[in-house]
Every structure is written in structure tokens, then in C-alpha cells.
């Protein structure tokens, strides 16, 4: 499995931006599909963002589009999640996950599909 580390996430308030950061180790990154899920105290944990080992396809919750994108740098083992506008509804345990797949340009937004997890940061936007 591949370790990741979460970083950037932090007290807000609403219509601020955070950059969120997970850096990958101990396996190729590039084998790699990535996901950003959140999960809010009380609520299931559901899917932010999605991209392919490539880099060429993403995929954006419907919830946070226009406000968040996803992409990565393999030279450095990281996929990154700017957002921006955010809301108090934003508020969340924001994890990153990795899964192993071999096509270059597909993903998947079922957490289940994911084989490692990041310990996940507090993303918290204040109204």
C-alpha cells in the first residue's frame, strides 16, 4: 500500500480559500487513481474529487464545482485540492485516498474501490 499524508487544512471563514495537499510514499505514485473525501460529524463519507493516474481525467462533486479543483504532480508524489468560496457547509474531515488501477485515465468516487487513506485533515469555514 502507498502511505499518504494529508496537509492544509485549517479554520476559514466563509468565501476564504484553503489548498489542501497529500503527499504519497512507499509505492509509484503514478500507479495510482487519487480521491479526495470528506466527512462532517454525523454525516457518511462522500466523494470531493477524483482524477486518473494520468492526470487527464478528474471529476468534481456536484457540490463543490466551480469552487474546488483537483490535480497532481507526479515528480512530486502529490495530488492537491484548491478551494475556494468555501462554506460553512464545506466544513468536514477532508482524507485522501489511493487506489491502484491500471488504466491511465479512469478513477472511481467508491470509497470501498480505495486500497489506502490518508489520517485526514479538519477543514472547519466559519459563517
Known amino acids: 500500500q502507498v502511505q499518504l499524508v494529508e496537509s492544509g487544512g485549517g479554520l476559514v471563514q466563509a468565501g476564504g480559500s484553503l489548498r489542501l495537499s497529500c503527499e504519497a510514499s512507499?509505492?509509484?505514485?503514478?500507479?495510482?487513481?487519487m480521491g479526495w473525501f470528506r466527512q462532517a460529524p454525523g454525516k457518511e463519507r462522500e466523494v470531493v474529487a477524483a482524477?486518473?493516474?494520468?492526470?487527464?481525467?478528474?471529476k468534481l462533486a456536484d457540490s463543490v464545482k466551480g469552487r474546488f479543483t483537483i490535480s497532481s504532480d507526479n515528480a512530486k508524489n502529490t495530488v492537491y485540492l484548491p478551494m475556494n468560496s468555501l462554506k460553512p457547509e464545506d466544513t468536514a474531515v477532508y482524507y485522501c485516498?489511493?487506489?491502484?488501477?491500471?488504466?491511465?485515465?479512469?478513477?472511481?468516487?467508491?470509497?470501498?474501490?480505495?486500497?489506502?487513506w490518508g489520517q485526514g485533515t479538519q477543514v472547519t469555514v466559519s459563517s
Open positions: 512507499g509505492r509509484t505514485f503514478s500507479n495510482y487513481a
Open positions: 485516498a489511493a487506489e491502484r488501477r491500471v488504466g491511465s485515465y479512469s478513477y472511481t468516487t467508491v470509497a470501498a474501490e480505495y486500497d489506502s
Open positions: 482524477i486518473s493516474r494520468s492526470g487527464g481525467s478528474t
